[in-house]
């Protein structure tokens, strides 16, 4: 088994313990590479396509891999000794980064080699997850899970703004792709420190053929019976499907938003995804003393009208710009950034800040919720359930907004994202209010849900 240390469960204690802390570093490192591919596949499909549905494609070779493999995956990792599972699918994904190099002759090897790096990928999350219990105490368990969730999020900014934009303005997508690969090979060697662990108790040759499809259902209905069965469950559900699938649209709709409306280059999109990772970073650091003010409900449907109303004003953008001379304002102001970009880059760089914020707002509530409702023996499925719904309800928006975008124009697709997401608040806010009516006729206390 592997060693457990010092029972203290402050930061500086856990992260003492140097399993962990390789571990950790693994993960904040993979992470930042993987956010930075997502952002150099993007830019370069931008710029040979020019063409939302071919962004469409790209993330759809992104998340099928979720839907096939994402609960098979939790199986198999449970049969297998996760060191292993770790060293493999970092060194594999080490290689396979290579593959994107292939941009320059053809976007359909990048897409196969997208969803083949995807696939491993999926193998690596349960492994990771399922091996910080055996490295820390169960005291240490919430401090070692926060660090891991600050990280994730803390990834995005730097491998979205701090790595892949000044690597592929300076040195092209090829440098950014090939630090990547090397990124992985530091990965492989820092998980390559952990201890040993013992075999699983459920070995892998026991779980074969029609067996791996009977219990992969099982676990699905299970999971899927308690989230129905569970009204407040149910909507926390909903909330982070929705904000899963609307993380997903507004990465294949930005790039051709920045280029057609803000008029400047693809690989300039972070303009867009930094303000909007600051306001993430800063929601998710917030977010305790947030909840005990304002309760969690409240900022769930906060969040909601603030990303509905966001993506709005972001649509009507280059309208109001347009009526009211905000370009030619903000120029006057000396607020513009540098003179090769429009004037209205400021502006979408505050709505973009709320956006990410707002994002924050329901997402993290949202998942403490299903956290806390859910049995300790089922949470593994619910999450992986919410997981391959997200995916699942990104597929046919992909699938079609791409494509109304080239046809109507990307202002008019994110507007009419943004009232889809008002439509959703305003029947999030009456469900809230039911539930809480429900509880207060049979007698319940309520708490700040």
């Not at 701090?162 to 990124?183: C, D, N, R």
């Not at 023996?377 to 990104?394: C, D, E, H, K, Y």
Request: one cysteine or more.
């Amino acid at each position: 088994m592997m060693s457990q240390h010092n029972p203290e469960i402050g930061t500086t204690s856990v992260l003492r313990n140097r399993h962990f802390l390789f571990l950790w570093l693994a993960q904040a490192i993979t992470q930042t590479a993987q956010n930075a591919i997502w952002f150099g596949l993007i830019v370069v499909v931008e710029d040979q396509s020019r063409s939302s549905m071919q962004l469409s494609i790209a993330i759809l070779s992104s998340i099928i891999p979720s839907i096939a493999l994402g609960m098979i995956a939790g199986v198999f990792v449970d049969r297998m000794r996760k060191k292993m599972v770790l060293l493999t699918t970092n060194l594999l994904r080490a290689i396979v980064a290579l593959g994107y190099l292939l941009y320059g002759y053809s976007l359909v090897p990048v897409y196969l080699i997208n969803l083949l790096f995807c696939s491993i990928s999926q193998f690596f999350a349960p492994a990771e997850a399922a091996t910080i219990p055996l490295l820390v105490s169960k005291r240490q368990l919430i401090t070692a899970n926060s660090l891991f969730n600050l990280t994730f999020t803390a990834s995005q900014v730097v491998g979205f703004v701090v790595l892949a934009p000044p690597l592929i303005k300076f040195f092209g997508a090829q440098s950014l792709f090939i630090i990547s690969s090397l990124i992985y090979v530091v990965a492989t060697l820092l998980v390559s420190l952990l201890p040993k662990e013992e075999d699983p108790h459920r070995r892998f040759s026991g779980l074969q053929g029609g067996t791996l499809v009977s219990k992969v259902w099982m676990e699905i209905r299970e999971g899927w019976q308690f989230i129905t069965a569970d009204r407040r469950t149910a909507l926390a559900m909903v909330h982070l499907t929705l904000a899963a699938c609307l993380m997903l649209v507004l990465a294949m709709l930005t790039p051709r938003y920045v280029v057609a409306v803000l008029n400047i280059r693809a690989d300039d999109a972070v303009y867009i995804f930094a303000p909007a990772g600051v306001g993430v970073l800063l929601g998710t650091m917030m977010m305790g003393r947030l909840a005990d003010k304002f309760g969690k409900s409240l900022l769930v449907n906060g969040g909601l009208i603030g990303m509905g109303s966001s993506l709005f004003l972001m649509a009507s953008l280059y309208w109001i710009g347009r009526h009211f001379a905000l370009q030619e304002l903000i120029v006057r102001l000396g607020l513009s950034l540098r003179p090769s970009l429009s004037g209205l880059v400021p502006a979408v760089m505050i709505i973009s800040f709320i956006l990410g914020y707002a994002f924050a707002l329901t997402t993290i509530p949202s998942q403490t919720i299903l956290m806390e409702r859910a049995p300790a023996s089922t949470r593994g499925r619910i999450f992986a359930v919410q997981i391959m719904l997200g995916n699942l309800a990104s597929v046919l928006p992909l699938l079609f907004l791409g494509s109304l975008a080239d046809l109507f124009g990307i202002n008019k697709v994110i507007a009419f994202v943004g009232l889809v997401v008002l439509a959703i608040a305003v029947l999030s806010i009456r469900e809230v209010r039911r539930l809480m009516l429900g509880t207060m006729e049979v007698g319940i206390p309520t708490s700040r849900h």
